[in-house]
């Protein structure tokens, strides 16, 4: 038989080796096979990614292929098609994309076992008691059936099966899992949703497309009853579907959604806090072919699904779908890639999108579906702003008058309230009280972050480029004395509520609280049958949560956000407030509360108007004249440890040699990085067609980050 000659991606960890080798073999084995190979003095694991019927002349004492281990691949080779995209576009080996497909090795372990399983003998001999009698009727014109289902459908117990084999009654056959099977049977649809004129026209459109689709509905517009339908068609095609949300906790919140649509056994649940079993089992239920829909965070787009028919990313706008180790992939770019590879439709939903989504739906690359009404025809919720630079606090920082009283009516009227309260914001900005404008670094145009020197000496930082500054005694823009360092300071809010209004049944949603589902399956069931008044949180109650007794949401100081020092800090303070305002109104009629220092900032005003379009828009022009992604490419070098700052200084020496040989438009920074203790130093590079400089630098012991998010 001839040879062919296979690129192996093994399970070793050994630098130098991460892009595969080569191995000789009979031609019998497939792409995305899990084979035995030898490494040096042992044999280890690989996963197969492609065969070659020639070998390449410089390759000499190729060694040959061990043993194949299970008789059909892992991976299809749209999934192995997947892989290597991700690791060509986000700069990592192949074995550190292959990472996030696969449970830990052994990967052995995820092959099927083989089974006992019994069938009724040929000559039938007289049962004794009910449960033989039981046996004998689960077994009665079956070919096979595996120990597990024959005791769990009669009833019986082993004791009594093993009695029935002494006697003749069963014949013991072993028989090996398939690997992958059909769905078989009844279909799993249990209900298939309503849809109103609006939604029937979106589905008709993303139905009837041949392109991604951002969904782009305002809060409230039902959006979920589209991906429910988009799932009903797949699932009625014989494929299998993929439902993305941002966080870990709101799987519990749309496992419910789901569950109406289809029965529980044909949905999977796939997140990072599984432990390492309970992964390698739901991976194995999911690859058998028996699941229809996975739901889970960005690492359930790695399913095993051979079938994949529609992904949907909920929410797509949410930057959780940007994983922050290597791989360093974000789910969207990555869900688009598999869905091409796999002719798979890919859906896109989100109240808010994210620029990058916009800046392709605008461009003819995203197909834009708009659902511009809410479900029922519901109104949006009146919003007010709250201008807290001509607020008298005194002690009740940070609640302002209009809120007091707005807690007060809904308390009276026994409807409930969302609180909002912004802690990633722990820096400080310099913020004017007469211009309402922040002190900014001009190379970069972000605001200044507040440090204090080691004796105490307050001076501004911009981390994204390195410079620094004395705070200036007057606003450089009006030339007022009125600058004040605005920060968090809010970390006693709960105890404040209880003070303010003793009656009041608050919850406490965040970190700290909510550290697995079933701590938020217990808010969520809190707020719905009553048992609260008041939900105070962080970002995890402004995204998706659909409470109808909730009348009022209120994000207590919009400014944590806009004075972060990120290009994207805009963006993200709008997409939050949009969030926010759609928690409430959603079966009554409902009221948003802004409060702010900034009531004239562009993301509170298009905020309290609901006009999502216009600040898209506006914030796109600021991009490409400012050449900040989408508008630009953007990668962003890591250092750590001894000696990360010398490290990252010679990285961007590179970089500026390598700029200048390349005639690039491309501009280079070095920095400490904000949360890093002077440990963790990053170089960023921003223009267009910069991955032309990488294969000039060095970037052994640097983490690589394509299309970072975190600039600070």
């Known amino acids: ?115 006992t399983g019994y069938r009724l003998a040929e000559r039938r001999l007289p049962v004794r008691g009910k449960k033989q009698a039981a046996v004998s009727d689960v077994l009665a014109g079956k070919e096979w059936m595996s120990d597990d289902d024959v005791r769990r459908e009669s009833g019986a117990s082993k004791s009594v099966v093993q009695a029935m084999l002494k006697k003749g009654l069963l014949i013991e056959e072993r028989k090996r899992g398939s690997l992958v099977v059909s769905v078989a049977g009844a279909s799993p649809v249990k209900e298939l949703p309503v849809l109103t004129p609006a939604q029937e026209a979106a589905y008709e459109q993303i139905k009837d497309g041949n392109k991604p689709a951002l969904l782009f509905g305002i809060t409230g517009s039902g959006k979920t009853e589209i991906y429910a339908q988009l799932i009903a068609d797949a699932v009625a095609q014989g494929k299998q579907a993929i439902v993305l949300v941002p966080e870990i906790l709101l799987t519990e919140h749309s496992i419910a959604r789901f569950e109406r649509l289809l029965h529980r056994s044909a949905i999977a649940v796939i997140h990072s806090k599984l432990t390492e079993r309970e992964r390698r089992e739901e991976w194995k239920r999911i690859r058998s072919g028996a699941v229809s829909l996975v739901i889970g965070s960005r690492s359930a787009l790695f399913s095993p699904l051979h079938r994949l028919g529609v992904i949907v990313l909920d929410e797509e706008h949410e930057w959780t779908y940007k994983n922050e180790q290597t791989p360093r992939y974000h789910a969207r770019d990555t869900a688009e890639a598999l869905a091409r590879h796999a002719g798979a439709r890919l859906v896109l939903g989100s109240a808010s999108p994210s620029l990058e989504s916009w800046a392709a739906a605008k461009s003819g690359r995203y197909a834009l579906v708009r659902l511009p009404e809410r479900y029922r025809q519901l109104p949006l919720p009146r919003v007010t702003v709250v201008d807290l630079a001509v607020v008298q606090f005194g002690t009740l920082y940070p609640f302002s008058p209009p809120l007091l009283r707005a807690l007060e009516d809904r308390l009276r009227k026994r409807e409930q309230s969302v609180l909002f309260l912004n802690r990633r914001g722990m820096a400080s900005a310099v913020l004017c009280l007469q211009c309402r404008r922040r002190i900014v670094c001009q190379e970069s145009q972000l605001p200044f972050t507040v440090h204090h020197t080691v004796q105490g000496r307050p001076y501004l930082l911009d981390h994204s480029t390195g410079v620094s500054a004395d705070i200036p005694p007057l606003c450089p823009h009006c030339k007022s004395p009125r600058l004040r360092a605005i920060g968090a300071g809010t970390q006693k809010i709960e105890t404040l509520l209880s003070t303010l209004f003793p009656q009041a049944r608050v919850i406490r949603a965040d970190s700290d609280t909510l550290t697995d589902a079933a701590d938020m399956r217990e808010v969520l069931r809190k707020m719905r049958e009553g048992e609260a008044d008041i939900l105070l949180g962080t970002q995890t109650v402004v995204k998706g949560l659909d409470l109808p007794n909730v009348t009022l949401a209120v994000v207590l100081l919009a400014d944590l956000g806009m004075s972060l020092p990120h290009f994207r800090s805009g963006e993200r303070v709008f997409q939050l407030l949009t969030q926010l305002t759609g928690r409430s109104g959603r079966a009554k009629d409902g009221e948003v509360i802004i409060q702010t220092f900034r009531p004239d900032a562009p993301e509170i005003i298009a905020a309290s108007k609901h006009d999502t379009e216009k600040f898209l828009d506006d914030e796109w022009k600021l991009r490409l004249h400012s050449a900040y992604p989408p508008a630009s ?54 223009g267009t067609d910069i991955k032309c400089l990488l294969p000039s630098l060095d970037l052994k012991d640097v983490s690589v980050d394509v299309d970072p998010l975190e600039t600070m």
């Open 1 to 115: 038989m001839s040879s062919f000659f296979y690129s192996v991606v093994t399970a070793s960890r050994s630098s130098g080796i991460g892009d595969g080798l080569t191995y000789e073999g009979n031609g019998t084995i497939v792409p995305g096979s899990i084979v035995r190979v030898p490494l040096r003095n042992s044999l280890v694991e690989g996963i197969v990614f492609d065969v070659q019927s020639e070998k390449q002349e410089e390759l000499r004492d190729i060694k040959r292929i061990k043993e194949l281990l299970g008789d059909q691949p892992l991976l299809t080779e749209a999934q192995l098609r997947t892989v290597r995209w991700m690791a060509e576009y986000y700069v990592c080996s192949l074995r550190q994309a292959l990472s996030v497909w696969l449970p830990p090795p052994p990967w052995k372990r995820v092959l099927p076992q083989e089974i």
């Open 633 to 686: 490419g953007m990668i962003r070098f890591i250092t750590r440890g001894e000696g990360a700052q010398e490290r990252a200084k010679r990285l961007h020496a590179s970089v500026q040699r390598a700029i200048a040989a390349e005639k690039s438009d491309a501009k280079s920074y070095v920095a400490p990085t904000f949360w890093g203790g002077g440990r963790q130093w990053h170089v960023l590079i921003r």
